[in-house]
């Protein structure tokens, strides 16, 4: 992963030219696999969840897409390849120069539970059906706890 700029204080000249367009959703599930399947490595050990999602199309005629977040400890960003978003909100994308192809699922309660909680911080709270609304705001108040962009 990289670490990007701020997407929402882009100012310089030279960034102006590309354009952060920020998701639908608040937060996703985010799963991986490696891109080769004779890797040693079959998922991003790292990617996991994925926070005020931004994609970013470069304007100069390469092609180049950047998509960014916060991932609840620091900022992460891909130059992504065969960038695609469903109309239910998924976006997938590969990732060439770290090996892994990526899905960005809408965050649910039984995602969370499923694939996630166990892996988090606070991982013995687990949330009820209905409780979308303050999962998200759970998740998106680690960016204050560990430092927004």
């Not at 992963?1 to 599930?29: C, D, L, R, V």
């Not at 991003?44 to 950047?66: E, S, T, W």
């Not at 960005?104 to 969370?112: A, H, Q, R």
């Amino acid at each position: 992963m990289n670490h990007i700029s701020n997407p929402e204080n882009i100012g310089n000249s030279s960034e102006q030219e590309y354009k952060y367009e920020k998701t639908k959703f608040p937060a996703y599930y985010v799963d991986s696999i490696a891109l080769d399947p004779d890797s040693n490595i079959q998922k991003d050990p790292v990617a996991l969840v994925a926070i005020d999602v931004y994609v970013r199309n470069q304007k100069n005629g390469n092609g180049n897409v950047d998509v960014v977040w916060f991932d609840t400890m620091r900022q992460c960003g891909f130059k992504a390849a065969d960038l695609s978003i469903d109309d239910d909100g998924a976006i997938k994308f590969s990732a060439p120069q770290n090996g892994f192809s990526y899905l960005l699922t809408p965050m649910t309660v039984e995602l969370y539970n499923t694939h996630v909680r166990q892996s988090m911080m606070n991982g013995d709270k687990e949330y009820s059906p209905g409780e979308e609304d303050v999962l998200i705001q759970d998740l998106l108040d680690t960016k204050v706890e560990n430092g927004s962009w």
